[in-house]
């Protein structure tokens, strides 16, 4: 397989929200705006190319009982490492008092540790390749999560706030129920019918 299909994979063949329906509690969670989205999608990237490179970097040294285990102490390490990056960079409210970055995302940066999409690139790909194959999976794997999100983020924002990015594009109030836990299925369910349309047009 080429370089560059290795790179897209992510956004639309093996897309992680779109196609395989893997880490859906932070995909619904925490796409209430595409900024949440965004930032959602580049702390889980940052943790799969970091993950895949030192576990196809020293994955061999690890007994085979205690793999996954130590799968996600390494996994956890990286996690920590975003969670304080981000509490000291993205923790500043807004201009109008608006929640940080940091304080929207809350629990589910913690819980990237358990997000399945970054265990199951770790024991089906970083593992059984090279450094630089895991290098290339766990980036377009990740961007394919972060495309997915702030797709998702953007479509709710747009119909829920009529603003993208924080940018205010209508007048009032848009559709309350995009804004809330049901818009967010409403959402993905219309976005994962064209990407299926788009995805046949591709194969």
């Known amino acids: 397989m080429s370089l560059t299909k ?9 897309n992680p929200v779109f196609v395989l329906f893997l ?10 705006s595409a900024l949440n989205g965004l930032g959602m999608g580049l702390a889980t990237t940052f943790v799969l190319i970091m993950s895949n490179l030192f576990i196809s ?10 793999r996954i285990p130590s799968y996600i102490v390494i996994i ?5 490492m975003v969670d304080l990056l981000m509490s000291a960079y993205t923790n500043t ?16 940066i913690p819980l990237i540790v358990v997000n399945c999409i970054v265990l199951g690139r ?6 059984k390749n090279t450094v630089f194959s895991s290098f290339i999976d766990g980036l377009a794997i990740g961007l394919g999560f972060a495309f997915a999100l702030v797709i998702l983020g ?11 990015f924080g940018v205010k594009f209508i007048e009032g109030d848009g559709i309350l129920v995009f804004v809330l836990a049901p818009g967010a ?12 349309k788009i995805k046949k047009k591709l194969v």
């Open 154 to 164: 953007s479509v709710r924002e747009l119909l829920g706030n009529g603003s993208f």
């Open 185 to 196: 299925f409403l959402a993905l369910g219309y976005l994962i019918m064209i990407m299926n």
């Open 23 to 32: 880490g859906l509690c932070p995909t619904l969670g925490t796409t209430g």
């Open 93 to 108: 409210p807004g201009p109008n008092g608006e929640p940080s970055l940091y304080d929207n995302l809350g629990i589910f």
């Open 57 to 66: 970097s020293f994955g061999k040294f690890i007994p085979d009982k205690v």
């Open 122 to 127: 770790a024991e089906a790909f970083a593992s």
């Open 6 to 14: 290795n790179l897209t994979k992510g956004f639309i063949r093996e």
């Open 76 to 80: 956890a390490s990286f996690v920590t």
